[in-house]
């Protein structure tokens, strides 16, 4: 792993906007900008999804809109939310929402945010998670390379007062890399998570150009092999996002790569192209090729691998722990 010396941040073309006001730059390096000089492609009849709804998504949503609270479901536009709020799970953005990288499949705006963080943001997590009512809460947040450590001790800190507030919440941390330092890795790990997941993205050759630079395959494996190595007792997690022109060989070997670190849940989900500036889409798999890769993943030993076109890293992923009685015994209160 890299030692604690840290990357200046730099700005780095990308799909998203820069906050500087630039607006929104051409994909370069060799990437068309979309499928520019193709014809698009067709989206196939299954990239449809039943919008459902029920009592729990209802009063979820109704919190969530009168308390302005801000998840990372309604602003990604998920097409998962009414599923995992029905079933009490939502994902929370931590850190701000301007990432210090670029990469070429995110639409989140890139900056340097000059390390401002909200000294409030633990006890404002905290008290979302108990308006919710959530049984199972995601953190994810923005990289933000212009801090020290990462963010790590401001992660660890919103961890430590949602469980201090929820002691009946479940926590996953979907974390930034921290620049694969492992003392900033375990603070996070440390805080008191059931589960810890960097998502790996993509396979070893597409890794860049699709990442940003200051990202990597080996980091990140590095990452999740550190975490797990640091606390057995917490699950490790990372997810792949499909139709960026990997191979099956290349998903193989990636799989295989990510047992090797003894990362334990996998989740596959269709790439789908933000706007016109973010990396083309290469193809639309289909449902039987998603069941196949799952069946590849559990033959390998994963804990568990959820695999389906609309799956995202945070897709229904109270149910691992249900499987494995972790937690998850009745909704906070």
Same mark, same amino acid.
Request: hydrophobic share 35%; proline share 7%.
């Given at each position: ?40 492609? %067709? ?87 108990? @308006? ?6 995601? @953190?994810?947040?923005?990289? %933000? ?24 919440? !479940? ?6 890399? $921290?620049?694969?330092?492992? !003392? ?13 997941? #960097? ?5 070893? %050759? ?12 080996? #980091? ?6 550190? !975490? ?32 090797? !670190? ?5 989740? $596959? ?20 090729? $998603?069941? #196949? ?16 076109? $609309? ?16 937690? @998850? ?5």
């Amino acid at each position: 792993m890299p030692d604690s010396k840290r990357i200046p941040v730099v700005q780095v073309p990308s799909g998203g906007k820069f906050v500087n006001g630039r607006g929104i730059p051409a994909i370069k390096d060799g990437i068309k900008a979309g499928n520019a000089s193709a014809a698009p492609l %067709r989206k196939p009849d299954w990239l449809r999804i039943r919008v459902r709804g029920g009592e729990t998504y209802a009063k979820v949503q109704g919190i969530v809109h009168r308390h302005k609270l801000a998840t990372v479901c309604e602003e990604a536009k998920c097409p998962n939310i009414s599923e995992c709020w029905s079933s009490g799970t939502a994902t929370i953005m931590l850190m701000g929402d301007v990432c210090t990288r670029a990469c070429r499949f995110c639409s989140v705006n890139t900056g340097n945010p000059r390390g401002w963080l909200d000294p409030e943001e633990p006890d404002n997590t905290a008290r979302s998670v108990q @308006l919710m009512q959530l049984r199972y809460v995601v @953190l994810t947040s923005v990289d %933000r390379d212009d801090l020290p450590d990462g963010g790590a001790a401001h992660y660890a800190a919103c961890v430590r007062r949602v469980k201090e507030l929820n002691p009946d919440t !479940a926590v996953e941390a979907l974390t930034p890399d $921290f620049q694969g330092v492992p !003392a900033d890795v375990a603070t996070v790990v440390d805080a008191g998570v059931e589960v810890f997941a #960097q998502n790996i993205e993509t396979v070893r %050759r597409l890794t860049h150009p699709v990442r940003d630079p200051r990202a990597g395959y080996e #980091q990140t494996l590095a990452v999740l092999a550190h !975490a797990k190595a640091h606390r057995p007792e917490v699950l490790t997690k990372t997810s792949l996002m499909l139709g960026l022109g990997e191979t099956e060989p290349e998903i193989r070997q990636c799989m295989d790569d990510l047992r090797a !670190a003894n990362v334990d849940i996998l989740t $596959f989900g269709q790439y789908l192209q933000p706007t016109a500036n973010h990396y083309p889409i290469q193809r639309y798999v289909t449902p039987g090729e $998603f069941e #196949q890769y799952r069946h590849w993943g559990l033959a390998r030993g994963f804990l568990e691998v959820v695999s389906g076109v $609309f799956v995202r890293s945070s897709y229904r992923a109270e149910q691992v722990l249900q499987k494995n009685n972790v937690g @998850l015994s009745q909704p906070a209160k």
